[in-house]
């Protein structure tokens, strides 16, 4: 799959209301080019609700259910379950939630959602923040990040929920980047030909809310895969298999760059460099990365029965 | 038409099976459990043919009962206090979404502490959700007006939910008789649903985006339409339902011996019926003396009410309590009858928390206002025990 | 499309549904098509699919609604589209 392979047409309209830059809005643009048309989006409260704007105008080309915070599964199972009662069971069902959609508010309803089999995509775009209410800490939000509800920066670590997910068993699990946009629309459609429960993480850079230029948007979802703090994977009914700069990083064909170099280009970390560097925080930080990488080997070696 | 003779749960749920919902979520809680399992039943054994989805929430539940309904399909489902206070946030989301759900909800008492018995509490709690609600008070009504209760919310001057409620065990677990009509005459009623919106890849709409306070009154306003829409329809479907199934439960108001009557009983649910026994044996006594059984609250019956209460003392027995205020029914009542001719409105909270009202308690309560010994001001706490401490 | 009669939250699909997107922008992308060498990743990564992708895979702006992000800019690997700011 090469950029110039990604399908022409386009599934968002131009002059949605998300901020500039909004890799909320890019990914979904791939994610709907991956699936086509024959699409129903349900959309748990989130930053998409900017995205989707105001009545009576959209800037969706797919059908879209605006959902309440905490049941974006609940409604995907309600969906599917009327599409099967219609004879459409070969309409997608996507719910595309935040990371408080899915980490934290919609967790029950999501895990009910997968433990009940239904047919359909759980896409989590992780920015790691309540973004749309104004940079609050989620579970998703890294150690040592400012947020506006953690202004000297987070005390706790975040969630594994890819791993939780896979602790369901499901037919496929897949993190991406919205930097590797390739990756990710190939794991869309990869999700799309798999019938039953399906999860997919996107990892996606906020300049707003993590406060660096807009313009790096990509370059930072880049360098979290580059060193480590994101790593892409998928598991194909439990078989897990790293992918890309995290493949080799795993096999140790590529060295992880210091975590610093992604820290320090963004405003939410600026406190651990600046007026004097908090070195224990930083070292902490960078050995949290590395006992996750070696969580991610015995993971590549055993699948979904790790732990 | 053949003879039921069943726990009002086993009826209510034959009346659902008979309205063909497509799809159905549900979580148990006592006592409503009974409805879900008995529907679970039809759909495996290939008696209902619908999808059966068990959620993990009562929150969930009707979150995946709005989103299948939003696809256009019918939906039903069932829950009972903890659980319908779980849903709140959701009720309002299909009234706004105008989706023509029905769910009963069997009365029973918020806690903490835990208790099973009926209070109105957590069906009034959901009064400004935009969801029609009914109160019954025998199984053979809440077989009909499941039956009703589609066909108005479906109905295109209505399009809201519909929330059907009865008490706790003296309904849901009370074996009585229930007429039975055939399938074919159901269906000859209730008509294939089509819905107003659904969401089709053909034609993608987006449900529920930003609405902004330019447009969000208007919503509110037809919601109102669609409830007033609903004071009209519900006694003409009823009649419309008499020709055709022989029977009428009332309209807003069931109306019991008020034609000469100088005091007017007004309840709900198995109150309501408790009530019929107590206007009995004070008619006896020669009191002049009736009941006006409200069998819905949303919309309010407040032109009922203002015929029924000119120069006439309405009683208010509530079994429900707003903390600080009072039982609902009185107030609302109350509000209802301002300036009408000769209304007093006295109020009674019984039974509040399950304990049992009787027919004897009911006379009890209506004497003292005869008796001159009750003021319309005051709402007393009948039968209340000595309070302080654990 | 079908317009639905029922009276709630519908909305329906259009260009510009938050209105002409481009006047947020401080800053606009310029290409020097002569040394483009059409990879696209313009096109995929622009959030707003501001930037339109010819039949030939030649490159333009939709400046009714490309936002001024800069990350086509950032992301050009041959460094052919500038910003230039807005009058």
Partial sequence: MAIKDLPREELMHPGAGSCPACTDLLTLRMTLKALGPKTVLVTPASCTASVACGYPKTPFGVPVLTMAFAAGGAAASGAVAALHRLGEDDVNVVVWAGDGGTYDIGLQSMSGAMERGTNFIFVCYNNEIYSNTGVQRSGATPFGAWTTTTWKGKVDQRKDMPAIMLAHRLPYVATASASYIEDLYRKVQKAASIRGPKYLEFHIPCAPGWRFPMERTIEMGRLAVETGAWALFEADDGKVEFNLRSKQILDGKTQRKPIEEYLELQGRFAHLFRPERDEEALAGIQQFIDREWERYKQLAACGMSVG | ?390 | MERYTADTTISYPCDGAAGRTGGWRDFRPVIDLTICIRCLRCWAYCPEGAVLRADDDSVSINYDYCKGCGICAYECPKKVIAMEREE
């Fill in chain 2, 1 to 390: 038409m053949t003879l039921m003779f069943d726990v009002g749960n086993k009826v209510a749920a034959k009346a659902v099976q008979m309205c063909k919902p497509e799809v159905i979520a549900a979580y148990p809680i006592t006592p409503q459990t009974v409805i879900v399992e008995e529907l679970a039943r039809f759909v495996e054994n290939g008696e209902l043919d619908a999808e059966y989805l068990c959620v993990e929430s009562e929150h969930s539940v009707m979150a995946a009962t709005c989103a299948a309904a939003s696809m256009g399909v019918r939906t039903f489902t069932a829950t009972s206090s903890q659980g319908l206070a779980f849903m709140h946030e959701m009720l309002h989301w299909a009234g706004l979404s105008r989706l023509p759900i029905v769910m009963i909800n069997v009365n029973r008492t918020l806690g903490p502490g835990w208790s099973l018995w009926p209070d109105e509490t957590d069906s009034m709690a959901q009064r400004d959700t935009g969801w029609i609600q009914f109160f019954v008070s025998s199984a053979q009504e809440a077989f009909d007006t499941v039956i009703l209760a589609f066909r108005l919310a479906e109905h295109h001057e209505v399009q809201l939910p519909v929330l059907i409620s009865y008490s706790a065990f003296t309904i849901s677990h009370t074996m009585m008789p229930v007429e039975i009509p055939e399938q074919d005459d159901v269906d000859a009623f209730l008509p294939p649903f089509k819905p107003y919106w659904r969401l089709d890849w053909r034609n993608p709409v987006t449900f529920g985006n930003v609405l902004s306070d330019e447009y969000h009154m208007e919503k509110r306003y037809t919601m109102h339409l669609g409830m007033e829409a609903a004071k009209r329809l519900i006694p003409d479907l009823g009649r419309e339902y008499e020709q055709r199934f022989g029977r009428y439960h009332g309209g807003l108001i069931e109306e019991y011996r008020t034609d000469d009557a100088d005091y007017v009983l007004l309840a709900m649910a198995s109150v309501g019926s408790e009530a019929k026994v107590a206007v009995d044996n004070l008619r006896e006594q020669g009191h002049r003396v009736g009941l006006a059984r409200l069998r819905v609250v949303r919309p309010y019956p407040d032109e009922d009410l203002r015929r029924i209460g000119r120069k006439r003392k309405l009683i208010a027995l509530d079994r429900n309590i707003s903390v600080g205020s009072g039982g609902w029914m009185y107030h609302e009542t109350r509000s209802a009858v301002m300036g009408v001719e000769g209304c007093d409105v006295y109020g009674y909270l019984c039974g509040v928390g399950g304990r049992d009202v009787t027919y004897e308690d009911i006379e009890q309560m209506a004497l003292k206002v005869f008796t001159g010994d009750a003021r319309p001001d005051v709402v007393e706490w009948w039968d209340l025990k000595q309070t302080g401490g654990n």
